[in-house]
């Protein structure tokens, strides 16, 4: 049997056990998630598979992903990080449309626009790299639109200590991140929250559609907008550098007690990267 044979049988029993199973869905208590049961076999008819990439900022994610989709896609300098979700598609030209904080968005079709765009959305001020950067653009400027609550910014510094990676003296830290939060208060609407790429990547990837995620915290938290992909994903790949943080102290841990992990079911894969620099 050819494997697309094999594949076609697979997805027809199992939506004919599916449309057997609804009318007795709500008469038995039997706890599943209706609305995720229905988005996984919408999945399923549309020949889609949701692929959710997370990790540490700078964890090596885009270099990941490029190498699992056989195509440089993504910039892969380590000053990349970037607050939005990236979504990837197939087609057989490439096409970014990006949306901004303030409900802007833009189009870019060319090869030169598009990794243009990707650069300089993408790259981190060398000023606040010390910083969680993506946690305060989707914690505090996002969220408020430049209209900081008093104390607001004080309870995200204390509460993301575990985030301050390079250890720097707590005067400091908190320095940066006020100094980063007046800079950017008034640009908060500049700041890109999704950015969906369509890309002529290999052949066999073709139906998957792959979510890089933008990076969690020291705890393993995510935002908002990643936990609602988390929870209809098929799949969950966490990148994870094997320099840096002790891996027994990985975010990783935290991150498969999340409400949306649990949810979601998916299959979760941990991945090493930076084995060279060992």
């Given at each position: ?80 990080c ?20 303030d ?10 626009e ?25 914690e505090?400027?996002?969220k ?35 100094d ?24 066999g ?7 890089d ?56 894969l ?9």
């Amino acid at each position: 049997m050819k494997k697309d044979e094999g594949y076609k049988q697979r997805k027809e029993e199992t939506l004919r056990i599916y449309k057997e199973y609804l009318p007795f869905k709500n008469q038995y208590g039997d706890n599943v998630d209706a609305d995720l049961l229905e988005n996984k076999i919408t999945n399923i008819e549309n020949s889609k598979f949701l692929l959710i990439v997370a990790g540490e900022a700078k964890s090596g994610k885009s270099t990941f992903i490029n190498a699992f989709l056989g195509a440089k896609i993504l910039p892969m300098d380590p000053k990349q990080c970037t607050s939005a979700i990236i979504e990837i598609n197939y087609d057989k030209n490439i096409r970014l449309e990006a949306e901004y904080a303030d409900g802007r968005t833009v189009t870019k079709n060319t090869d030169e626009e598009v990794y243009k765009f990707l650069n300089e959305h993408g790259a981190l001020n060398d000023d606040y790299r010390k910083i969680p950067v993506t946690s305060i653009n989707n914690e505090i400027l996002i969220k408020s639109k430049g209209r900081i609550r008093p104390g607001e910014v004080e309870d995200l510094i204390n509460n993301s200590k575990k985030d301050n990676t390079y250890s720097l003296p707590d005067d400091e830290y908190a320095k940066l991140i006020n100094d980063y939060i007046n800079d950017n208060k008034d640009k908060w609407g500049d700041i890109v929250v999704k950015i969906t790429l369509e890309y002529p990547f290999l052949e066999g990837m073709r139906d998957i559609t792959l979510i890089d995620s933008p990076g969690v915290n020291a705890a393993g938290m995510v935002g908002e907008i990643t936990n609602r992909y988390i929870g209809k994903a098929d799949a969950v790949f966490f990148v994870k550098a094997l320099t840096g943080q002790a891996l027994e102290s990985s975010s990783f841990r935290e991150f498969l007690k999340s409400n949306a992990i649990r949810r979601s079911n998916a299959a979760v894969l941990l991945v090493l990267t930076r084995i060279t620099e060992l």
